[in-house]
């Protein structure tokens, strides 16, 4: 039996200034709907300047929004469509 292959697109982007990072992460599903998750990281004064690792949280945190928001989507659309709650497993 042959299976389609389905694929998202996740998207990152930063804002960043010396003390903070902002990130958004937007992924496109095969429905054509659309997620979106925001994170954010400040910098200690005393931490060292180091902007990869203000990415690498900001963007952890937006991506794990994103997840929930996902999971939350996956069961209002079970809930729809079976006329019971679900319940997610954590």
Same mark, same amino acid.
């Given at each position: 039996?042959? %299976?389609?292959?389905?694929?998202?697109?996740?998207?990152?982007?930063?804002?960043?200034? =010396? %003390?903070? =990072?902002? !990130?958004?992460?937007?992924?496109?599903? @095969?429905?054509? @709907?659309?997620?979106?998750?925001?994170?954010?990281?400040?910098?200690?004064?005393?931490?060292?300047? %180091?902007?990869?690792?203000?990415?690498?949280?900001?963007? !952890?945190?937006?991506?794990?929004?994103?997840?929930? #928001?996902?999971? =939350? #989507?996956?069961?209002?659309?079970?809930?729809? !469509?079976?006329?019971? =709650? @679900?319940?997610?497993?954590?």
């Amino acid at each position: 039996m042959l %299976q389609t292959a389905v694929g998202w697109h996740v998207e990152l982007e930063f804002e960043e200034d =010396t %003390q903070h =990072t902002r !990130a958004a992460a937007l992924v496109r599903l @095969s429905d054509g @709907s659309e997620v979106r998750g925001h994170g954010y990281a400040s910098r200690h004064p005393a931490d060292a300047d %180091q902007p990869r690792v203000g990415e690498e949280i900001a963007g !952890a945190r937006a991506l794990n929004e994103l997840a929930m #928001k996902l999971l =939350t #989507k996956a069961h209002d659309e079970i809930d729809e !469509a079976s006329g019971r =709650t @679900s319940y997610p497993l954590t």
